[in-house]
Nanobody, 120 residues
Framework: QVQLVESGGGLVQPGGSLRLSCAASGSIFRIYAMGWYRQAPGKQRELVAALSSGSSTNYADSVKGRFTISRDNAKNTVYLQMNSLKPEDTAVYFC??????????????WGQGTQVTVSS
């Protein structure tokens, strides 16, 4: 099995910054794409940023120029640096990873989510 554990969420004022981390562990053979999604109350879960194993990135228009996704393959960890945060960035942020394990084919795993609240 694979576990994704997020950290780094919290309360921040508008214009502030936060850095989210997501560490993958378990019977991992290879990790392909890793990404971050978010879900605000009453809204559908949406893609925030994704990073392929080949270092291609994809960002939601609403976060371009403010958020940066990166990964440390040696640590099976993906990061999301969030700058110039706005109240509309308030949501639960979920980590996602496309993983092949030693016993299962490629599958998308999810973390438990971390709350980000942007408020004065």
């Amino acid at each position: 099995q694979v576990q994704l554990v997020e950290s780094g969420g919290g309360l921040v004022q508008p214009g502030g910054s936060l850095r989210l981390s997501c560490a993958a562990s378990g019977s991992i053979f290879r990790i392909y794409a890793m990404g971050w999604y978010r879900q605000a109350p009453g809204k559908q879960r949406e893609l925030v940023a994704a990073l392929s194993s080949g270092s291609s990135t994809n960002y939601a228009d609403s976060v371009k120029g403010r958020f940066t996704i990166s990964r440390d393959n040696a640590k099976n960890t993906v990061y999301l640096q969030m700058n110039s945060l706005k109240p509309e960035d308030t949501a639960v942020y979920f980590c996602n990873a496309e993983v092949v394990t030693f016993s299962n084919p490629k599958y998308h795993y999810w973390g438990q989510g971390t709350q980000v609240t942007v408020s004065s």
